[in-house]
């Protein structure tokens, strides 16, 4: 197991590097970052811009060779200096510190609505599949579907305006404005615990009932159709005729197994969670990993969109170990090798 | 139980009886899937749905004499000329929505070929020859996962500028990896199984080992998940033409009608969004009730047509 982990971590280096590569050179065909300002440059100042050009170019590095670049960006992250942007329309920023604040917003944004619907998919999931062809395993049937058949965005624009509404039936009974739609207030909460709570639900509800609808439907289904297969199984039935608690027999012998799959979706969904929810984000106007790398993307920023890379690509890969691993855990039979 | 029943009736009919008793009419077993199929009650009305969205699409484009051209008032409200009005350029909503289903259907198969064909050859080859083979197909598609398919779509779009092919090809070159997990670990166990061995002692080659003898044996999967791909297609599409990096005029989607008409959601003239919104509902949830019912229908474990 410990040669497992230390060889899948030492291809996973491998791994990063081939990747940042090939974004590199992504991002190159992206077009110049530069070009477009250069020519307003040139147009408000003919023949006198070039200068100012040519030291923006230099700044960026832009005026070495691809594979120069691509080496001295190398060497300046594993050291720790993650470059600054490249476009000249503004001052040059760090691009660590924004990376980072951008991951803190997903972490609490998109990561604590992903673990919430795991756990409540999941037990949800038991429940539909202990109470099969009920009218509570019809309604969350065809929640699932629905949920499955409905674009992300346009969830969140509905539940974007409705909370507008939602907002607006307030004011007019003389409360005040709750539900949050533009994202995290920048004062932050203020006010006694009981009000801070009540803000903090009103900034956090939207945009993780958006985040969580489409994955509870996916988890709920995922472990209702391995919860069915394990209830049919042998050894849940000798469970039942040694005369075990129908609560026991769920939860302790046939719950357990039936995670399985559940566990092993969840963390590689998770991994991926920490890239950002680019459509959640945009509408509530949360400047998470999804937002800055759209926004990068736009403005053609290397550095930037390579650095979101190796975050992300190190939580990734260190989630998609964790899943092997935690399957040794669930399933005592399965060995890594 | 029956044999007891039968055994009281008069006795020519009792012989006919038994002898229908002890006959099992043969099927085979395109024939069970094709019954549990029909049985499946939400499989059987999603495939009316999509055979009639297909026929509005086809259908009404020659039938429909109005364009998607701007030639109408602005947000004219639903008339005998314009069944689903017009929207805020003019232009009528009924075209635009017939081509909109075109397009996306087009798309979403698309990459449903594409995720097939990437997906079943590099999981089949991967599995089968095993070795730095294998290694290489997970590499890739571990690199594949890391690498932000934002900034892919954003290359395409600097080289293709948004047409619907630009499009389909995107999200077939980005989803085909979970296909190839699913296809490389059914190979793993197929390609120990004895009628390989024979394929291999009668000399077939690898290739036609791979793709005559072990491909045919994960066709249930590459069916059901093929089906599920268009539905997904239909979604991610519409989700890229809201970051702006979809489809562009003149090519249309429903994605980009979507997007296009969610502005006028907290307007009077909201319905336009929701009558699209419910043609996308509607093509991704029949597709997604198909792919469910050929699940049921193709899975050798079960007897019975679950409801």
Partial sequence: ?337 | MTDILRAQVPESEAEAATEREFTVQARSRRQVVARRFVRHKTALIGSIIIIALILFAVLGQLFWSAGINPDYGSFLPPSSTHPFGTDQLGRDMLALIIRGIQFSLLIAVVVAILVVVIGVTLGAVAGYLGGWQDSLVNRLVDLMLILPAIVVVGVMAVKFQGSWVMVAVFLGLTTWMTLTRIIRGMVLSLREKEFVEAAKALGASTPRIIFKHIVPNCSDVIIVSATLTIAQAVLLEAALSFIGLGVKPPDTSLGLLLNETQNYLPTANAWLFWITLAFVVLVSLSVNFIGDGLRDALDPRQDKVRA
């Avoid at chain 1, 019809?138 to 939602?166: D, E, N």
């Fill in chain 1, 1 to 337: 197991m410990v040669a497992f982990v230390i060889r899948r971590l030492l291809i996973s280096v491998v791994l990063l590097l081939v990747v940042s590569f090939v974004c590199f050179a992504l991002v190159q065909m992206l077009g110049d970052p530069i070009g477009e300002w250069a020519a307003g440059q040139r147009q408000r100042n003919p023949g006198g811009a070039d200068a100012a050009i040519a030291a923006a170019y230099q700044r960026a590095g832009l005026d070495t060779s691809f594979l120069t670049r691509y080496w001295t960006w190398l060497t300046n992250f594993v050291t720790g200096n993650w470059g600054t942007t490249v476009n000249p329309g503004q001052t040059p920023k760090e691009v660590e510190p924004q990376i980072m604040h951008s991951l803190w917003i997903t972490m609490r944004l998109v990561l604590v609505a992903e673990i919430l619907a795991i756990m409540v998919g999941s037990i949800v999931g038991v429940l539909t599949a202990v109470k099969r062809y009920s009218w509570f395993d019809y309604i969350i049937t065809a929640f699932s579907f629905l949920m499955f058949a409905l674009p992300l965005f346009c969830l969140a624009v509905i539940l974007k305006i409705g909370g507008i509404q939602f907002n607006n039936v307030l004011q007019n009974n003389g409360f005040d404005r709750w539900l949050v739609t533009s994202g995290y207030p920048p004062g932050g909460f203020t006010g006694s615990f009981g009000n801070q709570v009540y803000q903090y639900l009103g900034v956090y509800l939207l945009p993780t009932l958006c985040l969580m609808a489409i994955s509870f439907a996916v988890y709920a289904r995922y472990q209702r159709s391995s919860m069915l297969d394990v209830l049919s199984s042998d050894y849940v039935r000798t469970a039942r005729a040694k005369g075990v608690s129908n609560t026991t027999v769920i939860w302790k012998h046939a719950f357990r197994n039936a995670l399985i799959p559940v566990v092993t979706v969840g963390s590689l969904q998770i991994g991926t969670a920490f890239a950002g929810a680019i459509i959640t984000e945009t509408v509530f106007g949360w400047q998470g990993m999804g937002y800055i790398l759209v926004q990068n993307v736009n403005r053609k920023e290397p550095y930037m969109i390579l650095a979101f890379l190796m975050v992300t690509g190190v939580f990734i890969i260190l989630f998609n170990l964790l899943a092997d691993i935690a399957y040794t855990l669930l399933d005592p039979r399965v060995r890594l090798d």
